[in-house]
């Protein structure tokens, strides 16, 4: 097996470079470099490992002999991946580790809407005891729509089971998990029957702004929505007007149209009244892109990436 050198850009488990080492390839640690620091650090260095570090054209070019691009995660958007195209950089990625996390918090985010858990929670906490006001509704009997039917779709669907729902799956570029429990469908079908969507899509230029208005006004029935996958996937005040007109019940939301890029929190100079719409509104719950982010999640997308990685290394590919 060839000897590869890997840079590490970002902090991640150490599991990952353990794996690595272990079987013959060496690992740098540059997390502490800046893009401009990294200069000749990258000179050669074949494998770049990062979680949520963007890895632009113009640090690739910095490393001649790149041939891995490898990210502890699920999405691939902060990387450059026409660029790794063009110059045969394979990139990898480690859903599969966190996809239970995900489908985890997708189950909780609708059950803590649907049972009005976070305005109990204060209600009483004030010296309130409000009972009927409160009666909540049961998930059991209800259509859930999945968008995306992926690792982390397919995940929530397997969480569901057991709950006493239909499940309608729509994927553009999937097909053939028709089964048990789980019925494929048109994007039309599942906007149409749906009493509860998920999205579960990747961010690129065809799914950004995915649900916007026109998503919204295409509804059969008010729902409760979801979105545990990229923040621009959704157009925020399109969903906020969508609420608001009573064609969504109330929304879940991990991840948000206005987060940094590093994930580090909100830009705040991208549409501030949006988002101060957003923050105020009692019928949206959120939380701050941590629905894969689980202590098991951390180990399992280590061992997952290593293994995809000393894979493709063994298969003579780099």
């Given at each position: 097996?060839?000897?590869?050198?890997?840079?590490?850009?970002?902090?991640?488990?150490?599991?990952?470079?353990?794996?690595?080492?272990?079987?013959?390839?060496?690992?740098?640690?540059?997390?502490?470099?800046?893009?401009?620091?990294?200069?000749?650090?990258?000179?050669?260095?074949?494998?770049?490992?990062?979680?949520?570090?963007?890895?632009?054209?113009?640090?690739?070019?910095?490393?001649?002999?790149?041939?891995?691009?490898?990210?502890?995660?699920?999405?691939?958007?902060?990387?450059?991946?026409?660029?790794?195209?063009?110059?045969?950089?394979?990139?990898?990625?480690?859903?599969?580790?966190?996809?239970?996390?995900?489908?985890?918090?997708?189950?909780?985010?609708?059950?803590?809407?649907?049972?009005?858990?976070?305005?109990?929670?204060?209600?009483?906490?004030?010296?309130?005891?409000?009972?009927?006001?409160?009666?909540?509704?049961?998930?059991?009997?209800k259509t859930v729509g999945i968008i995306?039917?992926?690792?982390?779709?397919?995940?929530?669907?397997?969480?569901?089971?057991?709950?006493?729902?239909?499940?309608?799956?729509?994927?553009?570029?999937?097909?053939?998990?028709?089964?048990?429990?789980?019925?494929?469908?048109?994007?039309?079908?599942?906007?149409?029957?749906?009493?509860?969507?998920?999205?579960?899509?990747?961010?690129?230029?065809?799914?950004?702004?995915?649900?916007?208005?026109?998503?919204?006004?295409?509804?059969?029935?008010?729902?409760?929505?979801?979105?545990?996958?990229?923040?621009?996937?959704?157009?925020?005040?399109?969903?906020?007007?969508?609420?608001?007109?009573?064609?969504?019940?109330?929304?879940?939301?991990d991840v948000l149209e206005f987060e940094?890029?590093?994930?580090?929190?909100?830009?705040?100079?991208?549409?501030p009244h949006v988002q101060q719409r957003?923050?105020?509104?009692?019928?949206?719950?959120?939380?701050?892109?941590?629905?894969?982010?689980?202590?098991?999640?951390?180990?399992?997308?280590?061992?997952?990436?290593?293994?995809?990685?000393?894979?493709?290394?063994?298969?003579?590919?780099?």
């Amino acid at each position: 097996m060839k000897h590869v050198h890997f840079a590490f850009l970002d902090t991640v488990h150490p599991l990952l470079a353990e794996r690595l080492i272990q079987a013959g390839h060496s690992c740098t640690a540059l997390h502490g470099l800046s893009d401009h620091e990294l200069g000749n650090a990258l000179a050669d260095v074949e494998g770049i490992v990062v979680r949520s570090r963007k890895v632009s054209a113009e640090l690739l070019a910095q490393a001649p002999r790149i041939r891995i691009v490898a990210r502890v995660g699920s999405g691939t958007e902060n990387i450059d991946k026409a660029w790794c195209l063009a110059h045969g950089v394979q990139v990898l990625n480690s859903p599969e580790g966190n996809r239970d996390g995900v489908g985890e918090t997708c189950v909780m985010l609708l059950l803590a809407l649907m049972k009005a858990l976070v305005r109990t929670n204060a209600q009483i906490r004030q010296g309130l005891w409000r009972r009927e006001e409160n009666r909540g509704t049961d998930l059991s009997g209800k259509t859930v729509g999945i968008i995306g039917y992926g690792q982390m779709g397919s995940a929530f669907a397997e969480k569901l089971m057991g709950f006493g729902v239909r499940i309608l799956a729509h994927d553009k570029y999937r097909s053939g998990f028709d089964k048990a429990g789980i019925t494929e469908c048109s994007l039309v079908q599942l906007l149409r029957e749906s009493d509860v969507i998920s999205l579960h899509l990747p961010l690129t230029e065809e799914t950004r702004h995915f649900a916007d208005r026109d998503f919204f006004l295409r509804l059969g029935r008010p729902v409760w929505f979801l979105n545990t996958a990229r923040g621009p996937v959704v157009h925020t005040e399109a969903l906020l007007n969508a609420i608001d007109q009573g064609r969504v019940i109330a929304a879940g939301l991990d991840v948000l149209e206005f987060e940094r890029d590093d994930l580090s929190g909100l830009d705040h100079s991208i549409e501030p009244h949006v988002q101060q719409r957003l923050l105020l509104h009692d019928r949206v719950l959120l939380t701050p892109h941590i629905a894969g982010v689980t202590h098991e999640g951390k180990v399992k997308m280590a061992r997952v990436l290593s293994d995809k990685i000393l894979n493709a290394i063994r298969n003579g590919k780099h």
